[in-house]
């Protein structure tokens, strides 16, 4: 038992005494009732004491600049490291920024206009269901894809094209499906969205951006080719796909899937204020992880969102 302790006690037995006073004859309680105070008194300076000592026993000053508590051995120091699709991300970013694309961020809870009404998606069309979308109890969607920021870059960039430029904007994003996880697909990932509009985009122009970007991604020459998609947002679809470079385990026949593109369709346009008659645009959007995952020869998407400090640390 602490010091503290113990005198509290005493404190609470001796307060138990003063009962005892009634059981006295008159003349004998003053006495006996100063002696108790004198007790009394003495006990509270002790506590007093006893308690201060504790506290400065407690409050022992700290050096913030030890490695460790005294006499135990120095820990390992694990120093944070960025995220590798944020470190890859810049660098998407960087290569459109090169081609003079404006950057927006994308939202990471949208709602049902953003995600389906604003891109043609007609009310209780099957393409909706495409999406896999979770939806919060308020009723929000985490966005299934960064185009969802589509319909706002168009209205937020809609002015240049009314002083004769052209609309240009990139949207990387966090994105969101209800998809059963394995190696290929993750609930969480990451994508980037393009957007370009003029008064005479072609789909040659975007396939140019598209070569010119994964050419500088990857540091070498890149075939693509192309093959019909469907999307509701845009009119022609279609699905990019890259050659697998020998430099990254291709043999010259394996094509791989990148994004998915088209012109944008005129309601989109509309939508946002744009007339359809007088521009045209293009979009395309693609998973960052899966350029990642080529890029370092990985197979395995999960690894991304595992927060395994082992393989995170590799980057
Ligand atoms: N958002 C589509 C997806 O995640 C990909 C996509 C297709 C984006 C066509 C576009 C586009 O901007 O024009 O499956």
Redesign the pocket.
């Known amino acids: 038992m602490s010091d503290v302790e113990q005198l509290k006690n005493e404190l609470k037995k001796l307060n138990s005494e003063y009962i005892k006073i009634r059981e006295l004859p008159p003349e004998a309680r003053g006495d006996f009732g100063r002696e108790l105070n004198a007790k009394k008194q003495d006990i509270l300076q002790r506590l007093a004491k006893a308690e201060s000592a504790a506290e400065s026993v407690e409050i022992k000053p700290i050096d913030i600049s030890a490695p460790c508590a005294p006499n135990e051995p120095i820990p390992e120091l694990h120093l944070g490291t960025r995220h590798p699709l944020m470190t890859e991300l810049d660098k998407v970013i960087g290569i459109y920024a090169g081609m003079g694309f404006n950057v927006m961020e994308s939202n990471q809870l949208d709602d049902e206009f953003h995600m389906f009404e604003a891109l043609n998606f007609p009310q209780d069309h099957p393409a909706r269901d495409g999406y896999d979308t979770f939806r919060t109890a308020e009723g929000f969607i985490p966005p299934?894809?960064?185009?969802t920021m589509?319909h706002r870059a168009l209205k937020q960039y809609r002015k240049s094209l009314e002083q004769g430029g052209q609309i240009a904007v990139v949207i990387p994003g966090r994105v969101f499906r209800n998809e059963d996880v394995d190696a290929t697909h993750e609930h969480t990932f990451y994508?980037c969205?393009?957007?370009f509009v003029s008064r005479d985009a072609t789909m040659g122009q975007m396939f140019g951006v598209l070569k010119h970007f994964f050419e500088s991604y990857y540091g070498q020459a890149i075939r693509i080719k192309t093959q019909p998609?469907y999307?509701p947002?845009?009119e022609p679809?279609a699905e990019l796909l890259i050659e697998k470079p020998a430099s990254l385990g291709g043999k010259g026949d394996g094509w791989l899937e990148m994004?998915?593109?088209?012109m944008?369709h005129p309601n989109v346009l509309e939508a946002a204020g744009i007339d359809s008659t007088q521009y045209r645009g293009f979009?395309?959007?693609?998973g960052i992880d899966r350029l990642v995952l080529l890029k370092y020869h990985l197979n395995d998407v999960r690894y991304f969102e595992s927060g395994k400090l082992d393989f995170l640390e590799e980057f």
């Open positions: 299934a894809h960064t185009s589509q994508q969205e393009g957007v998609g999307f947002f845009t679809s994004l998915g593109c088209g944008i979009a395309w959007g693609g």
